[in-house]
């Protein structure tokens, strides 16, 4: 198999099971206090196949008349987001090689046919920070290329417990879902697969010293 493109980062079964199973647990009681909700494309108003919410300080959310944004209330309750779990914070620790926390974590659930199409992540203002998704249930088909969307892709399929991090010059690295496989993994009761994709948003000098000061 072709190596995948430098700045990419395939930790295959990175998670336990036991680590899986917890990590599940604590994503349940976020989508308990931010339900999923169907996301709408910028312009056309189109509904997305994935199922979102999100959790921590700021959350990415698109709408017809809105587009693509970040914002620190949810889109249908209108109540803050869910604290990202420690479990997250501390594997953001542990791979993203970065020194200060993330500030978002989308939830993506994907059931039946949903997938998403190719796109990059460059809604943030700061792309020194690694993207680091989390695969949860069943496995998919994820494609990823280079930062212009013409370049030529290579597929890889991710399972439950993977981590996948883009950073340096795959930071925006074009990348999208082209399937899942259904009933690869027992994790999810009633199937389906759950992506987590943890972001800084803002620029390291937009943080306050008190901020960095706690850090470190
Ligand atoms: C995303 O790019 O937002 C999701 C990627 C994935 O589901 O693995
Ligand atoms: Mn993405």
Not at 91 to 120: D, R, V
Not at 127 to 145: K, N, Q, T, W, Y
Request: glycine content about 8%; aromatic content about 6%; proline content about 7%.
């Amino acid at each position: 198999m072709a190596d995948l493109p430098a700045g990419v980062r395939h930790i295959p079964m990175c998670l336990s099971w036991d680590e899986q199973r917890a990590l599940l647990s604590d994503i349940r009681s976020v989508v308990k206090h931010a339900p999923l909700y169907t996301p709408t494309m910028p312009r056309t108003g189109k509904p997305m196949s994935v199922r979102m919410t999100n959790c921590g300080a700021l959350g990415w959310v698109t709408d017809q008349s809105g587009g693509y944004r970040y914002q620190s209330s949810h889109p249908v309750t209108g109540q803050a987001w869910p604290k990202m779990p420690q479990r997250l914070l501390d594997l953001w620790q542990e791979f993203a090689n970065y020194p200060l926390p993330p500030e978002a974590c989308l939830i993506n659930f994907y059931t039946g046919s949903a997938k998403m199409g190719l796109h990059q992540d460059k809604d943030e203002d700061n792309f020194e920070a690694p993207v680091l998704s989390i695969s949860l249930g069943d496995d998919c088909l994820f494609r990823i290329g280079g930062t212009n969307r013409n370049e030529p892709t290579q597929s890889i399929k991710l399972h439950s417990g993977d981590v996948l991090l883009l950073q340096g010059e795959s930071r925006l690295a074009y990348h999208g879902v082209d399937r899942i496989y259904p009933d690869t993994s027992t994790l999810l009761s009633k199937g389906g697969r759950i992506n987590l994709t943890l972001r800084r948003v803002t620029k390291a000098d937009e943080v306050s010293d008190l901020e960095l000061a706690k850090q470190h």
